[in-house]
T-cell receptor
Framework: AQSVTQLGSHVSVSEGALVLLRCNYS??????LFWYVQYPNQGLQLLLK??????LVKGINGFEAEFKKSETSFHLTKPSAHMSDAAEYFC?????????????FGTGTQLKVEL | DTAVSQTPKYLVTQMGNDKSIKCEQN?????MYWYKQDSKKFLKIMFS???????INETVPNRFSPKSPDKAHLNLHINSLELGDSAVYFC???????????FGPGTRLLVL
């Protein structure tokens, strides 16, 4: 079974600083990988996804992630944090099973942005 | 014009009751899902339907019964509610079985 590990359940950065949220995956086949963001009391919104095309994936709100097969990683970055980036971020891997497709999520990283 | 909608948004009920959560998507997608997010924010898939047919059924107690009357709707009925059922339940949909999933706003269930 595929799995995802997110290192750091809480990350705190200053406004304007680099954001780096870590995600490592385990998969026996080339994975589809996703980053979702969840704002307080809201649903999940797709930030970006990797589907075996370009290894550097650009998403919404200035976020990007790089797929590194050798490191089995898919870390999320943003050059300059904004207060509005404060949210819970989830990395997920897509697994095809029995004709269906399910997302297996990491445990999430709470991003705090301070002035 | 919400893409994936759920009702109700909040649900507070007593242990032992039966309740239903409804989900509708207007994206024309073929596949719909139910996920459960626990108090530690861990998300886990429960069910998936493709064209009204059940294709994923994780190890969920049989007190939980999904129903898909048509491609645009996937409802979740829960019998004999237990304290441990308290969670946020998210509905999602995707164009096909291997496409990006789009999530609804969630239903916050509290069992007292």
């Amino acid at each position: 079974a595929q799995s995802v590990t997110q290192l750091g359940s809480h990350v705190s950065v200053s406004e304007g600083a680099l954001v780096l949220l870590r995600c490592n995956y385990s998969s026996s086949v080339p994975p589809y990988l996703f980053w979702y963001v969840q704002y307080p009391n809201q649903g999940l919104q797709l930030l970006l996804k990797y589907t075996s095309a370009a290894t550097l994936v650009k998403g919404i709100n200035g976020f990007e992630a790089e797929f590194k097969k050798s490191e089995t990683s898919f870390h999320l970055t943003k050059p300059s944090a904004h207060m509005s980036d404060a949210a819970e971020y989830f990395c997920a891997v897509s697994e095809v099973t029995g004709g269906g497709n399910k997302l297996t999520f990491g445990t999430g990283t709470q991003l705090k942005v301070e002035l | 014009d919400t893409a994936v909608s759920q009702t109700p948004k909040y649900l507070v009920t007593q242990m032992g009751n039966d309740k239903s959560i409804k989900c509708e998507q207007n994206l024309g997608h073929d596949t719909m899902y139910w996920y459960k997010q626990d108090s530690k924010k861990f998300l886990k898939i429960m069910f998936s339907y493709n064209n009204k047919e059940l294709i994923i059924n994780e190890t969920v107690p049989n007190r939980f019964s999904p129903k898909s009357p048509d491609k645009a709707h996937l409802n979740l009925h829960i019998n004999s509610l237990e304290l441990g059922d308290s969670a946020v339940y998210f509905c999602a949909s995707s164009p096909g079985t291997q496409e990006t999933q789009y999530f609804g706003p969630g239903t916050r269930l509290l069992v007292l």
